[in-house]
């Protein structure tokens, strides 16, 4: 079984491949399919983040913080690069962090939902529209981990569902091996774990991302 903290390596070491695979080595594609996996893992750590954080006034800030800091990162890596990138995906989870609250409360609510999921599609969020469903689906599933089964297959629909649209959107079918998050997921024991740094866990994302441009431009 695997720890919350687990999940964040997990997480962190297939995004590094990822974007290793994006900016250094594009022609071997088995970079970016085990890279497929980080997003659903982020998303589920946020969820989990929001329901059992001491201070969600604080945990947003921290969010905030991290996600401007990340959009100057892809400001640099626009310029540098050529990629032609979306809005960082901190800066999506910042919404999805919005969203969940909004669900939270329920009712007439839910329309701020929506609206966040337009938003994400319209102004091009990274994962658009699919990851705020996303990260509001874990948000409710979260919460169902006491009922075993129920839990399993919520998650393996959730996730499965995120990976297709998001293939279908972009059309890029690599997108769809996301869907094998669903394999760490559902071995998630519940546990903290061993907690990861605390500035390692926050800049991680910016910190890895200026080393690969940085390499980039030498090998340029």
């Known amino acids: 079984m695997l720890s919350s903290a687990a999940l964040q390596w997990i997480m962190m070491i297939a ?88 669900a939270e409360r329920g009712g007439i609510n ?19 529209a699919p990851a705020i ?18 839990y399993a297959i919520t998650l393996t629909i959730a996730t499965g569902l995120f990976a297709f649209a998001t293939a279908i959107n972009s059309h890029w079918w690599l997108q769809a091996y996301s869907a094998l998050a669903i394999i760490p997921l559902a071995l998630y024991s519940g546990e903290k774990g061993r907690r990861i740094p605390y500035r390692l866990n926050y800049f991680y994302y910016p910190a890895h991302l200026l080393v690969i441009l940085a390499i980039y431009l030498v090998l340029h």
């Open 15 to 102: 995004m590094t491949i990822d974007h290793i695979g994006l900016y250094l080595l594009p022609q071997y594609s088995v970079f970016r399919i085990i890279g497929r996996i980080a997003m659903p893992i982020f998303a589920f750590t946020l969820a989990e983040g929001f329901i059992h954080t001491s201070s969600r006034q604080k945990y947003f800030m921290r969010l905030g913080i991290l996600a401007v800091v990340s959009e100057l990162v892809f400001i640099a890596l626009r310029h540098y690069t050529g990629h032609v990138l979306s809005i960082n995906v901190v800066m999506t989870f910042v919404l999805g962090f919005i969203a969940m609250l909004c």
């Open 110 to 128: 839910w329309l701020g939902v929506a609206a966040l999921a337009v938003a994400a599609y319209l102004f091009d969020f990274e994962y658009g």
């Open 133 to 150: 469903i996303l990260i509001v689906a874990y948000y409710f599933i979260c919460n169902l981990r006491d009922f075993h089964v129920t």
